[in-house]
């Protein structure tokens, strides 16, 4: 992508087209936002001074918006044939090096959707201190790769815990030369706060742990208050509302899923200011097909129909009652990477208005995962902006087709212009 990738030197001036902002503010109509460097300089109407040396783009008819953001991805997902009919297989045969890249492949995708920032929750495919992703991140920010700003996580893994049993699935079928990246489990507080210390010395930004009914307060505490001690926000995965409050009680700065809420739960969330990341992504048509064709059982299929109702109803009650909503997807195996924004289309089914499913996907999106240098198009912030064909405020779905994100900018830096190459 090196030869569409260009600094400014100059001030460049969107103008034209409808703003939004991201901050739920109502759209502008012939907005101008003006940006040099990698910052913001300028946002506002017609009134706005053009400086004469500028680079200006047309966006009459288009809108302005900020760059989106999925709080919940794993880039970590094979993209192979051997993948889709025989995942732990091609899993076992996929060796470090090449799960990073296909990472970026997914990870190029989603910068090209229009996603500028994704968090990325570690996984099967990773390693213990998700070295994979931060090699990732390493060359985005070093230039050298095309892909969102990352945030990226670490994720602590138990003896006997789900993601420990689907190695013990794959690894005796391990050939001896094979370089497996595994998550090995730890036990008990002293592991566990040495195995965050680990994450956070490679660079983790944040500490993931799957709560289940086997997980003890003890350990969840210590996971909590290692990753606080550090600067770090604690994630964590939640299904039931039992597991949702467990992890509020253990200080949990974002509930990932949250799957099945009840009045509570969300009523914690709330007083507590903790944020629900949804991930309805994960349950839609598309991700049931993708299952599917990769020969998954109907039950399996069935049940993502049957979680995937629930589900909505509890994003609907929270929203209703004022939880923090933030947009993620967690695509992964499905590698629906490209295809985040389903996301928005699934919560405006739940009752959240366009605008609250944008902000849901900038502005608060961005405050839970800490990059609070983005998220919104105002003065001084970094230059994260997307050129849409068209008005997502009328129809949401436009943010799904490829074709109708038009530029994509990120840090200043015009990453894409759609008519300069070919779509995918
Ligand atoms: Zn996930």
Redesign the pocket.
């Given at each position: 992508m090196s030869e569409e990738t260009h600094s400014n030197t100059r001030p460049t001036v969107l103008k034209g087209g409808k703003l939004i902002d991201g901050t739920g503010n109502p759209p502008l109509k012939d907005a101008v936002v003006i940006f040099e460097n990698s910052r913001i300089k300028a946002v506002g109407g017609e009134d706005i001074k053009i400086p004469s040396d500028a680079e200006v783009i047309d966006c009459s008819d288009k809108t302005i918006m900020p760059g989106l953001i999925d709080a919940?991805v794993?880039l970590a997902a094979i993209r192979s044939p051997e993948a889709q009919r025989n995942w732990p297989l091609a899993r076992v045969k996929t060796t470090t090096p090449l799960i990073t890249l296909h990472a970026a492949c997914n990870a190029r995708r989603m910068l090209e959707s229009g996603f500028t920032s994704c968090r990325d929750?570690a996984?099967p495919c990773s390693s213990d201190r998700n070295l994979e992703i931060l090699a990732l991140r390493e060359a985005i920010n070093l230039g050298i790769m095309a892909g969102p700003r990352l945030v990226v996580s670490g994720w602590v893994v138990r003896t006997g815990d789900e993601p420990d049993l689907w190695l013990l699935l794959t690894i005796p079928r391990m050939p001896e030369y094979v370089d497996i990246p595994v998550s090995r489990p730890v036990d008990g507080i002293q592991q566990i706060r040495k195995r965050i210390r680990e994450q956070i010395k490679w660079g983790c930004d944040v500490i993931k742990i799957e709560c289940s009914p086997r997980i003890t307060t003890e350990e969840l505490n210590a996971m909590s208050d290692e990753a606080h001690l550090w600067g770090k926000r604690f994630a964590v995965?939640a299904i039931t509302a039992e597991e949702t409050k467990k992890a509020i009680h253990a200080n949990a700065d974002t509930i990932?899923h949250g799957t099945i809420l009840d009045d509570e739960a969300i009523e914690m969330m709330i007083k507590r200011g903790v944020f629900l990341v949804t991930?309805m992504t994960v349950y839609s048509e598309k991700s049931q097909e993708r299952y599917k064709a990769m020969g998954v059982g109907q039950s399996f299929i069935e049940s993502l129909k049957v979680e995937g109702e629930a589900y909505a109803k509890s994003v609907r009650k929270a929203h209703e009652a004022g939880v923090k909503i933030v947009g993620g997807t967690?695509c992964?195996r499905n590698l629906l990477h490209g295809d985040n924004a389903i996301e928005l289309e699934l919560m405006v089914e739940c009752g959240m208005s366009e605008m609250e499913a944008i902000v849901a996907s900038t502005k608060t999106a961005a405050e839970a995962i800490g990059l609070n240098e983005t998220g919104t198009l105002e003065n001084g912030k970094l230059a994260d902006i997307i050129v849409v064909d068209g008005d997502p405020l009328k129809d949401i779905k436009i943010l799904q087709d490829r074709k109708k994100i038009l530029v994509v900018i990120k840090d200043g830096n015009i990453q894409l212009r759609r008519d300069m190459r070919a779509s995918w």
């Open positions: 919940h794993h929750m996984g995965h990932e991930t967690d992964s």
